[in-house]
């Protein structure tokens, strides 16, 4: 298999009549996703639509997720191109800056979310938009050329760019992380084997089309024939309504970002309905905390619970941990081992291996899983995706993720902390993280976030929950030593979260 599109090929022949998506208001099945994707398809490549997409260029999206933009998106692979969500939710000048880097060959757009889109491209150099609504409705009736599809097809290769997701940029800029069809062909058929996923599943997507958690839903149905049901972004704010679509959809998968997990059961999501068909639960993009964790458990001890980790660099996840044994608080939950075909080791400062119990190292990956790179950014690039330092030999590429983490006595991974959060204070090296930990295991605390004031030189501890600040104190007292002990405290009534789900650090450093 080289291209995405012989997963859907191979999923509409052997399960035609299967659900593949759904939403609330509709669904498809495999036969009927194939033949959408393929007439729409054939609209933009016979340039009746009145655009020009070639290989090597992007679909860009400004909407959110629904069964109409996955009919859409493979529209555009079927095409050659790549696709690309924008976060709909972002200021418009930030968005307007991902859409030049993009430079898409079309942009699809719905009702909802066309005349912002028109704000953001005013001034700006043409670009073809459709609404989405309208185009499908334009090629429900088309032919379904075989010439033109296999035109293109005849020029797919493996490491072709699929998707570019954009993250955060230290220089304001977003960036481009750009994954080819290699990438998630590989990491999907041992994801989907390894966690047993099969047609008889049902995977409730949380993470919007722009993160690169919902990788994992969309193609992990898409190989096994399993139904995907999407959840939409504002369902994440009534716990009712979340859980009775999960329920209602007989969900029994999810992989879901922490956060996610963490409002569920700070709003007694559990309490109102029980979704007791899930069987695996996955998370991932930060710490679990144990006791959130532990209330999950409480209510589906019989599930199977799943640590996962990787940046969007690395093609969603490169180490696994399932859970085997009961956690108190305060512990941590080990990132566990890496996947099969994915090479994950740590370095220390000077780029010396990281092999004994306990001691810190940037965690550095290496294989097939690697993104491309980021997209027009040959600078960024360069500096992240380097030649293995410990490979004298020949060409060895590995992205080194910024992430510190340590081994146990048992050679199970521990994610520690970012380097960048890693701070000098009265002459002491800090994990911020370790503060956070700290915080969470505490009673009454739901949620906390570390910050360091350089100016003032002191640290500052944001969390949500019912512990008074006084008591909180008591206890970082007790648990911590004294170059540790925050110098501000502030309770909140919600921490702020970021497009993905973790907590928005760049908002929380306005309240220092």
């Known amino acids: 298999m080289i291209n995405i599109t012989e997963m859907l090929d191979a999923s509409a022949a052997a399960l035609p009549d299967n659900t593949a998506f759904s939403d609330p208001h509709k669904s498809i099945t495999f036969r009927e996703l194939q033949k959408r994707s393929k007439q729409t398809a054939c609209a933009f490549l016979s340039e009746s639509l009145n655009c020009k997409i070639k290989p090597g260029k992007p679909v860009a999206f400004y909407m959110e997720k629904c069964v109409d933009a996955v009919v859409v998106m493979f529209a555009g692979v079927y095409s050659g191109a790549y696709y690309s969500f924008v976060d709909v939710r972002q200021p418009a000048e930030r968005a307007k800056r991902t859409i030049s880097i993009l430079d898409p060959a079309v942009i699809i757009t719905d009702d909802e979310n066309g005349q912002k889109l028109e704000e953001i491209l005013s001034g700006s150099a043409k670009i073809p938009v459709f609404n989405i609504s309208k185009l499908l409705e334009s090629t429900e009736k088309s032919d379904i050329s075989d010439e033109l599809l296999n035109e293109r097809k005849n020029g797919f290769y493996d490491l072709m760019p699929l998707y570019v997701n954009f993250t955060s ?69 009534n716990p009712s309504t979340l859980m009775d679509y999960l329920c209602d959809n007989e969900a029994t998968v999810i992989i879901w970002a922490v956060s996610a997990m963490c409002f569920v059961s700070i709003m007694n999501g559990l309490d109102y309905r029980l979704p007791d068909k899930l069987k695996k639960i996955m998370f991932s993009g930060e710490q679990m905390p144990v006791k959130h964790l532990n209330r999950w458990k409480k209510y589906l001890p019989d599930a199977k619970y799943i640590n996962l980790y990787g940046p969007t660099e690395i093609t969603c996840n490169c180490t696994y941990h399932v859970l085997d044994r009961e956690y108190e608080k305060g512990e941590t939950v080990p990132i566990g081992v890496p996947f099969e075909n994915e090479k994950v080791f740590l370095l220390d400062e000077d780029d010396n291996p990281v092999t004994e119990p306990g001691r810190e190292g940037e965690i550095c990956v290496s ?43 048992q050679g199970l991974l521990y994610y520690i902390s970012r380097k960048d959060f890693q701070i000098k204070h009265m002459g002491q090296r800090i ?82």
């Open 431 to 512: 994990e911020l993280g370790e503060i956070e930990n700290a915080a969470i295991s505490s009673d009454g605390v739901e949620m906390a976030c570390c910050l360091y004031d350089e100016k003032k030189q002191r640290i500052c501890l944001f969390y949500s929950g019912s512990a008074e600040k006084e008591t909180l104190s008591e206890e970082m007292h007790i648990k911590l030593p004294p170059y540790m002990i925050p110098g501000k405290t502030e309770r909140l009534d919600t921490l702020p979260l970021n497009k993905n789900g973790k907590i928005d650090r760049n908002k929380l450093k306005e309240l220092i």
């Open 169 to 237: 940029g230290s220089t304001g800029d977003p960036k481009g992380v750009l994954v080819s069809h290699r990438s998630v062909i590989d990491f999907i058929e041992v994801f989907a084997r390894d966690f047993d996923i099969s047609d008889t599943d049902v995977l409730a997507n949380q993470a919007p089309f722009d993160f690169d958690v919902s990788v994992k839903d969309v193609y992990s149905g898409l190989l096994t024939g399993a139904k995907v049901a999407l959840i939409p972004r504002e369902y994440f704010s």
């Open 367 to 409: 294989g097939t899983c690697l993104a491309i790179g980021y997209l027009k950014n040959e600078e960024k690039t360069a500096e992240v995706f380097v030649q293995n330092p410990l490979n004298k030999n020949y060409y060895e590429r590995i992205y080194r993720t910024g992430d510190l983490g340590k081994y146990d006595e």
